[in-house]
Antibody, heavy 122, light 108 residues
Framework: QVQLVQSGAEVKKPGASVKVSCKASGFIFSNYDIEWVRQAAGQGPEWMGWMNANSGNRGYGQRFQGRVIMTRDTSISTAYMELRSLRSEDTAIYYC???????????????WGQGTMLTVSS | EIVLTQSPGTVSLSPGQTATLSCRASETVASNYLAWYQHKPGQAPRLLIYAASGRATGIPDRFSGSGSGTDFTLTISKLEPDDFAVYYCHQYGYSRDTFGQGTKLEIK
């Protein structure tokens, strides 16, 4: 079954770090970029960054530069997003999604994980 | 970054009617790489339209996208009860992606 399965909900204190995993199955992981998007309650989605599963090349949104690290383990087809120095404003649902950079016509984020709820509270 | 402004914020329609949702970009979207997603509570977003007018796999032809440059439209004809959700546009033609704030399609 073609899917992305994310790790479970997290509760963290301000200043801590969180690492969310995103396991791919049913497709060739290394053919895709893994994108990370978050959505706080009542707000639109916010793009955080991307990582190419083959090369490991990555790019981050300006708001997250210096605070986010995206990695992957190709042996288990899993991508990770670590966010540091957490604050209450980071409370949101975090999604991973796949994007095919090699497509002739780029087709957006065609597969999403189920989301991981992060709550940052003292 | 490119700012995407969606309108209206909320639209109330009845099943069988046609919904027209707008997404306006603050700058030209490169290669018209503009996508539309449907999002329901507790679910992952679902890709409907890519590259402004391409229909994603398995999406019925009641969903259509149009537009270019800075102005894009998602049209949903013959609304069905399952169509009532929040819809987001997303530009991915620029190195830093951005999303609109969403249009809520609610049952009248």
């Amino acid at each position: 079954q073609v899917q992305l399965v994310q790790s479970g909900a997290e509760v963290k204190k301000p200043g801590a770090s969180v690492k969310v995993s995103c396991k791919a199955s049913g497709f060739i992981f290394s053919n895709y970029d893994i994108e990370w998007v978050r959505q706080a309650a009542g707000q639109g989605p916010e793009w955080m960054g991307w990582m190419n599963a083959n090369s490991g090349n990555r790019g981050y949104g300006q708001r997250f530069q210096g605070r986010v690290i995206m990695t992957r383990d190709t042996s288990i087809s899993t991508a990770y997003m670590e966010l540091r120095s957490l604050r209450s404003e980071d409370t949101a649902i975090y999604y991973c999604a796949r994007y095919n950079p090699g497509a002739i016509v780029k087709d957006g984020f065609d597969l999403w994980g189920q989301g991981t709820m992060l709550t940052v509270s003292s | 970054e490119i700012v995407l402004t969606q309108s209206p914020g909320t639209v109330s329609l009845s099943p069988g009617q046609t919904a027209t949702l707008s997404c306006r970009a603050s700058e030209t979207v490169a290669s018209n790489y503009l996508a539309w997603y449907q999002h329901k509570p507790g679910q992952a977003p679902r890709l409907l339209i890519y590259a402004a007018s391409g229909r994603a796999t398995g999406i019925p032809d009641r969903f259509s996208g149009s537009g270019s440059g800075t102005d894009f439209t998602l049209t949903i004809s013959k609304l069905e009860p399952d169509d009532f959700a929040v819809y987001y546009c997303h530009q991915y033609g620029y190195s830093r992606d951005t999303f609109g704030q969403g249009t809520k399609l609610e049952i009248k």
